[in-house]
């Protein structure tokens, strides 16, 4: 076995994020956590979570998650619509006497039990997806997986970031959805360092842009990692991090043999040394910041 | 007897809008009298179920009829639980819309699409 970095016993949670889908979040997220001597990696991306298919975790535990929703006693209903002005969703509506209510659609605010008048809306629970718990090597793995159809993650995300999953004394990954809403709102709060996954395109930049705003707008302490680059080829990306003065960590080529690896479901760090120093550094890198970053902001 | 329309415009030679949920206006026009009302959307600018909402505003003029180019999976199940008929458009403006569904030359909308929901982004 190689030599690990030295990064055991710190606790740092790492977000790894991107305006936009397909920058390397999941590269990046995966291959970290496999340089850590022992880790936790976190998928947050509900919707699509693909970690779990490079660590094949092993004797994975299920936890399924719901949500509460309204349901109605129609006999107790008087018609006077307060929840249907209440819900900002517009998830129910009155018809032919009947209040009719949109499940997919309600956000489990409990605001239209609040305003019943007639405490004719009890609520429910609605089940939308699940986590599973898995290891793989020293690696634990965590994977949210939101029910198709669904209208939001941020409860299964909540779930996987509660303290419990938390309680570790070493990195913990968390692999965020990709863009900046509020899933990824909920994935980065309470991060000790975001890592923003760019492209070298202008595509890539005006993604970078909205994740730099997002992280700057929740002060958090970040740095770059600057994927798919092609050796003396113009990197708009990089062009961008030196403008606004933001630190690149590391740089990722493009390069044949990481694509075949991967496109393998390979872990890169697994099985090429030139990748497991790579993402070595970068933890290494990162642990550093965090360090820094714990003195000069305590 | 009344029908609902989604317009672009406060008058009767305004295009027939796009979209049902989000069209900023509806036309209500009452065959019978020949009367015809406009009424602002305002689920318009809402930040999701916008069909819902549009869809119980037209409930509650107790229309017979909506003339629509499309409708999401949503408006629809709150418009037929009150028994209203759904009808495709054709081109042209409410207005010969209007004429063309008192002529029994329009047919029921049959395609109702899942909706354009942004899912993730809220």
Redesign the interface.
């Known amino acids: 076995m190689p030599a690990f970095m030295n990064t055991d016993a710190i606790k740092m949670k790492i977000a790894v994020l991107s305006g936009k889908g397909g920058t390397g979040k999941t590269l990046v997220s995966v291959n970290l956590a496999a340089s850590a001597e022992k880790a936790t990696y976190i998928d947050c991306d509900v ?1 699509e979570p693909n970690g779990y298919l490079f660590f094949k975790p092993e004797g994975v535990e299920e936890e399924k998650v719901a949500v509460l929703i309204p349901q109605v006693d129609n006999k107790l209903c008087n018609g006077c619509r307060k929840c ?1 002005d209440f ?10 006497n ?1 209040l ?1 209510i ?1 499940t997919e ?1 309600c956000h489990s605010c409990g605001g239209c039990l609040l305003v019943c008048p007639k405490k004719a809306l009890s609520e429910k629970e609605k089940v939308i997806g699940k986590i599973e718990k898995g290891s793989s090597g020293p690696v634990s793995i965590y994977t949210g997986i939101l029910n198709v159809g669904e ?3 941020v409860p299964i995300i909540k779930r996987l970031l509660a303290e419990k999953n938390l309680k570790s004394d070493y990195p913990i990954i968390i692999d965020c ?1 990709p ?1 900046s ?3 990824v709102m909920e994935s980065i709060k309470d991060a000790d360092y975001c890592l923003l996954v760019a492209e070298p395109t202008l595509f890539g930049v005006h993604n970078l842009n909205m994740v730099y705003e997002l992280v700057t707008l929740f002060n958090k302490p970040f740095g770059v990692v600057l994927n798919k680059c092609l050796l003396g080829e113009e990197n708009p990306a990089e062009k961008f991090c030196i403008e606004k003065n933001l630190k690149i960590l590391a740089r990722i080529p493009f390069d044949n043999e990481l694509g075949t690896l991967n496109s393998h479901a390979e872990i890169a760090v697994r099985k090429s040394k030139k990748y497991r120093q790579l993402f070595s550094s970068l933890l290494d890198e990162v642990t550093k910041e965090v360090q820094h970053e714990a003195i000069t902001n305590p | 007897m009344k029908i609902a329309i989604p317009v672009d415009e406060r008058n009767l030679e305004a295009s027939v809008c796009v979209s049902f949920g989000r069209a900023p206006y509806f036309l209500i026009y009452d065959v019978k009298t020949k009367e015809s009302i406009f009424i602002d959307n305002l689920a318009s600018s809402s930040k999701g179920g916008a069909g819902i909402k549009a869809a119980q505003v037209i409930v509650d003029y107790k229309v017979d009829a909506l003339l629509t180019p499309r409708c999401g999976q949503n408006a629809a199940d709150v418009i037929k639980a009150a028994n209203i008929k759904i009808y495709k458009t054709i081109n042209g403006s409410a207005k010969a819309n209007i004429e063309a569904f008192i002529a029994n030359k329009l047919s029921l909308l049959d395609e109702i699409h899942a909706g354009f929901h942004e899912h993730g982004r809220h």
């Open positions: 919707e249907l819900c900002k969703f517009n998830a129910l509506a009155y018809i032919v009947r009719i949109f659609i209208a939001s993650g959805p863009g809403s509020c899933i």
